[in-house]
C-alpha cells in the first residue's frame, strides 16, 4: 500500500503538538485522522481512535 506521507506527517505534527502541549486544531485532527482511516483500512483502528480523542478534546474546548 501506498501511503500519503504528507497527510501522514501533518497528522504526526499534530499528535506532537499534542503530546507538547501546545496550541492544536482538533477538528483539523479529527478529519484528517478520519481520512486516512478510509484510504487505509489496514490502520484504520488507530486513526479511529485518534479521531474519537480529537472530536472529544474539540468539545471540550467549545
Known amino acids: 500500500m ?6 501522514i506527517e501533518l497528522l504526526a505534527k499534530i499528535l506532537e503538538a499534542e503530546l ?3 496550541p492544536v486544531n482538533w477538528r ?3 478529519e484528517l485522522a478520519l481520512r486516512l ?5 489496514e490502520i484504520g483502528r488507530s486513526m479511529g481512535r485518534i479521531a474519537q480523542r ?3 478534546r474539540e468539545a471540550a474546548a467549545a
Open 2 to 7: 501506498k501511503y500519503t506521507w504528507e497527510e
Open 20 to 22: 507538547a502541549g501546545n
Open 28 to 30: 483539523a485532527g479529527h
Open 37 to 41: 482511516a478510509h484510504l487505509y483500512p
Open 54 to 56: 480529537m472530536e472529544e
